[in-house]
């Protein structure tokens, strides 16, 4: 039972355009999500996040957008460079504070591609 | 100055054998984590332990061990190796707080013969 996915196994963008990347979840409790990205042979690194009482956070040309009563959350990073490129994955977590003790709920990924 | 480390990197052995993957953080964070990420892509919690507690232990075979020396170490040992514990596994790190930045290792690719 996955209860956060990621429906596009890939993406492919030209350098310059937007890309966005799609998360879905169920459950109803998640109450902050977060965004990786992993380079082959790496560890993912944290990227953005934003709380269930945000609709929208920003840092620099990376976007997240939550809607939570359609449970879905996107990542818009514009404009997309070649050195995007790289796996995102999108987490959630589910309780608030530190008794949570931090278990994030991951998707499976999806691969972004910017061509130059 | 890497922050999460883990040791080794590649680990290739024989069904039925012992082995042990090391992680270290110096970060100062007091939760550290284990995570395995299967054949389809999904990181998938295993164990948490905060200043050398187990607070989390998820739905894993017995024969996963996590141990915790200290706040900056969490090692992982696997007895009785199975096919199906060929996996990437990663070791991430997180400062107690409202939020669940997670810092991860490089992780340490199990090949399981």
């Known amino acids: 039972d996955q209860q956060v996915k990621q429906n596009s196994p890939s993406l492919s963008v030209q350098e310059g355009r937007i890309s966005i990347l799609n998360c879905d979840y169920t459950n109803s409790m998640f109450d902050y999500f977060l965004w990786y990205k992993k380079y082959p042979a790496e560890g993912p690194t944290f990227l953005i996040s934003i709380s269930s009482i945000k609709d929208k956070n920003e840092d620099g040309r990376f976007t997240v957008f939550l809607n939570k009563s359609a449970k879905h959350l996107s990542l818009h990073i514009v404009p997309s460079q070649p050195g995007d490129s790289a796996v995102y994955f999108c987490a959630a977590r589910r309780g608030a504070g530190g008794t949570s003790y931090g278990k994030l709920t991951f998707g499976q990924g999806t691969i972004l591609t910017v061509h130059p | 100055d890497t922050a999460v480390s883990q040791t080794p990197k590649y680990l290739v052995t024989q069904m039925g054998n012992d082995k042990s993957i090391k992680c270290e953080q110096n970060?100062?964070?007091?939760?550290m984590y284990w995570y395995k990420q299967d054949s389809k892509k999904f990181l998938k919690i295993m164990f948490s332990?905060?200043?050398?507690?187990?607070?989390i232990n998820e739905t894993v075979p017995n024969r996963f061990s996590p141990k915790s020396p200290d706040k900056a170490h969490l090692n992982l040992h696997i007895n009785s190796l199975e096919l199906g514990d060929s996996a990437v596994y990663f070791c991430?790190?997180?400062?107690?707080?409202?939020?669940?930045?997670?810092?991860f290792g490089p992780g340490t690719r199990l090949t399981v013969l």
């Open positions: 970060l100062g964070h007091d939760t």
């Open positions: 332990y905060n200043n050398k507690e187990l607070i």
């Open positions: 991430a790190s997180r400062v107690s707080s409202v939020t669940d930045t997670q810092y």
